[in-house]
């Protein structure tokens, strides 16, 4: 007996009803990103691997899927070379393209590529899948979309403001409640500094930025495994406890961080952001907010919902230096980043999709006949024409049959077409729901319809 087909764990089919509710996700949020002057790019499934590794930090780098190359991908591989070689290396010698890990390294790759063909500051967004080498768990799949939108070529601090208002904007189209938590890689790095820690800043927020997962003990263990003495551990915890009003952290922030420059200037740029935005959902400054990647600069978002226990639906920030690893230097970019399976679990959890959405085929068309079939093209390409969504069912099979299959497609109306309807150029609309019939001219029913 064939053995059943199957699909990689972290992976999932999408029927009708599951893409219809996707569309609207992705349409949503296409319709805010274009009313603020964003434009759609797409980039290759794959990129060459010397264009992602390094850019995500050792334990992104793990986490890329590595595609072996074409033909024989042993050749000039030898048994020293298996035995000796790291598993890095190793897979530079089998391996020259990866599946991207997200959508912002191969944007930045995008700019330096096409750099004479754009205007500064150039507002892209683009909304297509990628993948990573990740352990699968509810709400974390190895394949899924993101739905990017950046802004390059452009200091100013408005743009990190409009961000934030397209953030605010989409979950009110969406009817999620959601916290938008801030904070900035600046202010990471002057504490790092006032623990006498600055050559640690990696191992620090890659730290802190696990502790929702894991703890703040689990997170003090991982500091000490990573070299940090106990005394700037000790110093640290004040800050990653720290409660109170946006105002009241920024306050005590400003004092902790008094003799560093640059922990100063992250705090005048999250306050910047915090004031301008005004959102209707809360904007909140949390200081163990990291976003482990390492090409973030200034400020940092992330947004979780409110109502459902799950991940980070949304996150993004500022990166400074992205496209200077490609040539570029000096070129400031910053972003956002929508989760759009997990924004579809939410959704779902939460039964927030309009009714209207499943609803593929607003109209089945009976097939009692040739003759009948006939009399109905017309009338179902006048309908087309003017945007109903409709259909007839193939085959002049039973009629039962033909309700049955209106009634599983969650059809609302079906037209029937006799004898008596074609005599007087007519057609009966009957309403799935109420069972209520009515005899109407082809111009009637689109009207009705409509």
């Known amino acids: ?166 953030v605010d904007t989409v979950f009110q189209k969406f009817g999620i409640r959601v916290c938008i938590k801030i904070n900035n890689r600046k202010i990471l790095t002057g504490i790092a500094e006032m623990i006498g820690q600055a050559d640690k800043i990696v191992d620090i927020t890659v730290a802190i930025d696990k502790l929702d997962k894991i703890g703040l003990d689990n997170v003090n263990a991982e500091l000490r495994e990573n070299g940090l003495p106990e005394e700037a551990i000790e110093r640290l915890q004040p800050i990653i406890k720290l409660s109170g009003t946006n105002d009241e952290k920024l306050a005590t922030m400003r004092e902790v961080l008094r003799d560093s420059e640059t922990g100063l200037k992250g705090i005048d740029e999250v306050e910047f952001v915090l004031k301008k935005s005004r959102l209707k959902n809360p904007l909140e400054l949390d200081l163990t907010l990291a976003r482990g990647l390492n090409y973030y600069t200034g400020c940092i978002f992330e947004v979780k919902a409110l109502d459902v226990e799950i991940g980070s639906i949304t996150g993004g920030g500022r990166y400074d230096n992205l496209t200077g690893i490609f040539g570029m230097p000096g070129l400031s970019g910053v972003g956002i980043s929508f989760g759009a399976d997990r924004i579809y679990d939410v959704l779902n959890q939460l039964d927030l999709y309009p009714k209207t959405v499943s609803t593929a085929t607003q109209l089945l068309f009976i097939n009692f006949g040739e003759v009948e079939a006939a009399y109905c093209l017309p009338i179902l390409a006048q309908l087309r024409e003017a945007g109903i969504r409709c259909e007839i069912y193939p085959d002049a099979t039973k009629m039962k049959k033909q309700m049955q299959y209106a009634n599983q497609k969650e059809i ?39």
């Open 1 to 166: 007996m064939a053995q059943k087909p199957s699909i990689p764990k972290g992976t999932r089919d999408f029927g009708p009803v599951e893409m219809a509710r996707r569309n609207y996700i992705f349409d949503t949020i296409r319709s805010v990103y274009a009313l603020y002057g964003f434009q759609q790019i797409e980039t290759p499934s794959m990129e060459n691997l010397s264009t992602l590794m390094g850019k995500y930090g050792e334990e992104g780098d793990k986490l890329l899927f590595k595609i072996l190359n074409s033909g024989d991908f042993m050749r000039g591989v030898t048994e020293e070379n298996i035995r000796e070689d790291s598993t890095n290396r190793l897979a530079a010698r089998l391996c020259e393209k990866g599946l991207r890990y997200d959508l912002t390294v191969p944007f930045a790759r995008y700019v330096v590529q096409h750099r004479e063909e754009l205007t500064l500051p150039f507002r892209r967004f683009q909304i297509q899948p990628v993948w990573r080498a990740d352990r699968p768990q509810k709400g974390r799949y190895r394949e899924f979309y993101q739905c990017d939108a950046d802004v390059v070529g452009s200091d100013s601090l408005l743009n990190e403001v409009e961000l934030m208002q397209i």
């Open 412 to 450: 609302p109306f079906v037209v029937l077409v006799g004898e008596n309807e074609m005599q007087q150029g007519r057609v009966t609309l009957k309403n799935m729901e109420t069972g209520e019939q009515q005899l109407l001219t082809p111009d009637e029913l689109l009207a009705a319809i409509s």
